[in-house]
């Protein structure tokens, strides 16, 4: 995501300099890239004078130049272009000047046998435009030599910043303005919205339906009639270019430049296009293919949003517009789109189509849906400034599933505990307030806030709040400290489970046992293996990566399987982590587990010792040797033979309760783990 301070100064007073900001950035944990000075970025380009043209002597379509660069002495330039003249002034690289569009650096050279010390310059060459057919011809009174970056105001810097799929918020410039206002204390100011508008109403030129509410949340549409496409102005080609776009046309840019501004994504309807003038917002059912505006037919399936007319499809709804309703040179009447469109589905109509744009990337991550009717009045706005029309009257906003504000509780005694900070309620609610989480009350021991919509995809649980009150009061204020902080006064701060863990942990530590961590998300068929009630993820980000563990016997057969590969022959590990399952009302119940396993030789072997293999009796007295150590007595062992995965099972009760299970697995389960060697486990249960 690229950023314009010049941009951001229109929002927010910056009263500090880019290192500062940069620095700022990074310790809101927003990480910056790379930050660019457009000043640099144009050293060596300078309006020029071409004083003679010549044709070359060796090719009939160039031309050599004699051209005035200030420098006291003329310029023989090659040029290609085929309306370069004399009398005109123009942009010239001189040498050591690196082209934007190619970036390959100008250097003095031959062309078909004449000197050429310099490149008369195209707008595409300088990623100003599309044309590459001509050079750009400037405006006669020009200062000769003086720097292009002068003559077009890039006096801007501009941040290429790092947004995590969490911080969808942080993808617009008034975004990235909260978040300075935080650093420099100032407020952020929004654009005033002032429409002029005629007295003919929108609902009399189109109607809108929305047949999936569970797939288009809102849809808000406002008409501008009486347009003029063309060319839009350089302020506006010179905020979208610093933000990596190309400029296409007055009415499409003011689409990209409002969602550059807000994070809205819009789309602009050419609107003699839409038959029967009516909006509908459909899956796509039994239509089969759509041509998207980058001229390629897409197979659809039935569940990818449309956005369709009466008689056709005119848009993959949050994602990319169409060929047959895009907006051209003879537009006159525009209809613009501001929706709310699922994050979910908007994400798994992407990846299926294999299309991601500047709009999806943005609906994927959630936006703020009550901007939708304030980037449509905005956008409405601009194109009449920009393309002399008039505005109906009203808008449409078809509002059908509604998100209710979101409000999540923070105790203060949780988050001095995580950070080992006194903060005071007032401090939490300043740092809050600033980046708009509104405070409403205290209640049972919580500070209950109020979350932005911009946010609500981000900060949802206690423990997101805790991250923001850190980041806000400063990860680098955080002492670095070599021991926990000592309460005296209470027993509020002890936490007995944990202390029970690191306890166990230093006891098989003690035993020569290694500590692993593996991940809780698994393949269906590997915990298909223990068992069919497990929870799948509706969006899983890899085939490997299906669904939640319901035990931590898979993770360690894959270190087992990665250290016999490595000649490491003899393990004994074990892991302390989280199992998942379903509870008696259908709820996801996490619980703490605790699995150790032997696996391989018992000894290694040497000249005059023959190894031997772990077998289930070295497991049944590393068991009896922790219960002991636990002050677990008077337990039963029951023992069982199985012919499925394992070959012994002993299970260890203490009054009728499991507290221990060892399972010795058998060679046929190992071998298709490509398992070699024997493997005894024991799963700890109703300890922690």
């Known amino acids: 995501m690229k950023i314009s301070l010049n941009w951001l100064k229109q929002y927010v007073d910056v009263n500090i300099p ?192 929305v047949e999936n509410p569970k797939g288009c949340y809102r849809y808000c549409g406002m008409m501008v009639m009486g347009v003029t496409v063309r060319e839009s102005p350089e302020w506006l080609k010179n905020y979208l270019v610093s933000a990596g776009m190309r400029p296409i046309n007055n009415i499409v840019d003011i689409t990209n430049y409002v969602m550059m501004e807000c994070g809205q994504p819009l789309h602009g309807f050419d609107y003699v296009k839409i038959s029967g003038k009516k909006i509908i917002v459909e899956n796509a059912n039994q239509t089969k293919n759509f041509t998207t505006l980058d001229g390629k037919e897409r197979k659809l399936r039935e569940d990818v949003l449309l956005i369709c007319d009466a008689e056709k499809a005119v848009a993959l709804a949050g994602i990319m517009g169409g060929v047959n309703s895009e907006i051209s040179d003879s537009t006159k009447d525009v209809f613009i789109e501001s929706a709310y469109f699922d994050p979910v589905l908007t994400r798994k109509s992407s990846k299926f189509l294999a299309l991601q744009s500047d709009s999806s990337y943005r609906f994927e991550r959630g936006i703020d849906i009550e901007r939708t009717e304030w980037a449509c009045k905005r956008a409405a706005q601009l194109m009449a400034k920009t393309g002399g029309g008039e505005i109906a009257s009203g808008m449409i906003d078809v509002y059908l599933t509604r998100l209710e504000r979101l409000e999540v509780g923070l105790r203060i005694s949780h988050l001095n505990k995580i950070t080992g900070i006194e903060f005071k309620k007032e401090n939490i609610i300043k740092l809050l307030e600033k980046i708009s989480i509104k405070f409403l009350k205290e209640t049972g021991g919580k500070l209950l806030f109020e979350i932005p919509q911009a946010r609500r995809e981000d900060l949802q649980r206690e423990v997101d709040l805790i991250e923001e009150v850190i980041r806000l009061h400063g990860y680098e204020k955080i002492e670095d400290t070599e021991s926990d902080k000592v309460f005296f006064e209470t027993n509020d701060y002890y936490n007995k489970e944990f202390d029970f863990i690191n306890k166990v942990r230093e006891y098989f530590i003690g035993r020569g046992f290694k500590e692993v961590i593996t991940d809780s998300l698994i393949e269906d068929k590997i915990e298909g293996l223990f068992t069919d009630k497990y929870i799948s993820l509706l969006n899983p980000s890899s085939d490997k990566m299906t669904v939640l563990r319901t035990n931590l016997y898979m993770g360690l057969f894959d270190v087992i399987k990665a250290n016999f590969e490595h000649m490491n022959n003899s393990l004994k590990l074990f892991e302390i982590g989280n199992t998942f399952s379903y509870g008696e009302k259908g709820e996801i119940v996490e619980n703490k587990s605790i699995l150790f396993t032997l696996a391989g030789e018992f000894d290694v072997e040497s000249f005059d010792i023959k190894p031997r293999y772990f077998d289930i009796l070295d497991m049944k007295a590393e068991v009896k040797a922790l219960l002991e150590k636990l002050n677990v007595a008077n337990y039963n062992i029951n023992y069982y033979n199985y012919s499925g995965n394992f070959d012994f099972q002993l299970d260890h009760n203490v009054n009728g309760v499991l507290v221990a299970k060892i399972i010795k697995f058998n060679e046929k389960f190992l071998k298709n783990l490509n398992i070699e060697k024997p493997v005894i486990a024991c799963e700890i249960l109703c300890l922690v």
């Open 18 to 209: 880019a290192s500062e900001l940069v620095k700022g950035f990074t310790n809101l944990g927003i990480e910056v890239e790379s930050v660019e000075n457009q000043a640099e970025k144009l050293k060596n380009f300078v309006i020029g004078k071409v004083i003679e043209k010549k044709k070359h002597p060796n090719a009939d379509k160039l031309s050599v130049c004699k051209v005035d660069a200030g420098s006291g002495e003329l310029l023989n330039i090659v040029c290609g272009a085929p309306n370069v003249d004399s009398g005109q002034t123009v942009c010239v690289a001189l040498v050591g000047a690196v082209i934007p569009n190619g970036e390959f650096e100008i250097k003095k050279a031959k062309i078909r046998g004449e000197a050429s010390e310099g490149m008369i310059c195209s707008s595409k060459e300088l990623n100003l435009g599309n044309d590459h057919t001509g050079i750009m011809v400037l405006n006669t009174e020009l200062p000769i030599g003086t720097p292009f970056a002068d003559y077009l105001k890039h006096n801007d810097i501009i941040f290429e910043i790092a947004v995590t799929p969490n911080r969808g918020d942080l993808l617009s410039h008034l975004g990235i303005a909260r978040e300075v206002g935080f650093l420099v204390n100032q407020p952020v100011k929004e654009p005033k919205i002032d429409l002029s508008v005629n007295s003919e109403n929108i609902e009399k030129f189109i109607k809108v339906e």
